[in-house]
């Protein structure tokens, strides 16, 4: 089975600044996509980006960037120019290409932002 | 846009109660989930369902149970409730190919008394 681990519990980044979120995972497939999603204040959980596994160029959504390293099984969430508005908890997620599997979510991520 | 919506934000119940969460989602999609979130855990899944009247479960179905009797409509029972089921609660939805993203409700609150 596959398993997606966030070892960070809780960051800080200040306001404008940069800051890496990371996520490994464990998978024995060779195809799978990553994402990652964020759960601001109010709960309502968001996609923040997302990966395929078969695609070298890293995804940019904006001021948001993965950094996906296939061989190390590693899909670090960089965040740039920090805002007020991206304090939230972030979860890195995969899902299998085959058959209809679900999303295998990480312990998440709380990100804070100081101004 | 797509919009999935739980039945209550906040929900107090007393223990052995039978408990429904309704979710509703209003863009024909196959794919509806019931999740878990508890702090230190993250999300797991309870149970899930690819089309109408198929169910699967999760990672933990125990206490739990589910009916899908319209697309867009995935009921979460609690057929007795117990104090360790209070948590928050999270439906979600998606289109059936795997690269598609999942749209989450906002979330149902629930305390077990």
């Known amino acids: 089975a596959q398993t997606v681990t966030q070892s960070q519990p809780e960051m800080s980044v200040q306001e404008a600044e940069t800051v890496t979120l990371s996520c490994t995972y464990d998978?024995?497939?060779?195809?799978?996509?990553l994402f990652w999603y964020k759960q601001p204040p109010s709960r309502q959980m968001i996609l923040v980006i997302r990966?395929?596994?078969?695609?070298?160029q890293n995804a940019t959504e904006n001021r948001f960037s993965v950094n996906f390293q296939k061989a190390a099984k590693s899909f670090s969430l960089k965040i740039s120019d920090s805002q007020l508005g991206d304090a939230a908890m972030y979860f890195c997620?995969?899902?299998?290409?085959?058959?209809?599997?679900?999303?295998?979510f990480g312990k998440g991520t709380r990100l804070s932002v100081i101004a | 846009d797509v919009k999935v919506t739980q039945s209550s934000r906040y929900l107090v119940k007393r223990t052995g109660e039978k408990v429904f969460l309704e979710c509703v989602q209003d863009?024909?999609?196959?794919?509806m989930f019931w999740y878990r979130q508890d702090p230190g855990l993250g999300l797991r899944l309870i149970y899930f369902?690819?089309?109408?009247?198929?169910?699967e479960k999760g990672d933990i179905p125990e206490g739990y149970s589910v009916s899908r009797e319209k697309k867009e409509r995935f009921s979460l029972i609690l057929e007795s409730a117990s104090t360790n089921q209070t948590s928050m609660y999270l439906c979600a939805s998606s289109l059936a190919p795997s690269y598609n993203e999942q749209f989450f409700g906002p979330g149902t609150r629930l305390t077990v008394l």
């Open positions: 863009m024909d999609h196959e794919n």
């Open positions: 997620a995969y899902r299998s290409v085959s058959g209809n599997t679900p999303l295998v």
């Open positions: 990966q395929e596994a078969y695609k070298q």
């Open positions: 369902s690819y089309d109408v009247k198929m169910k």
């Open positions: 998978t024995s497939e060779s195809d799978y996509y």
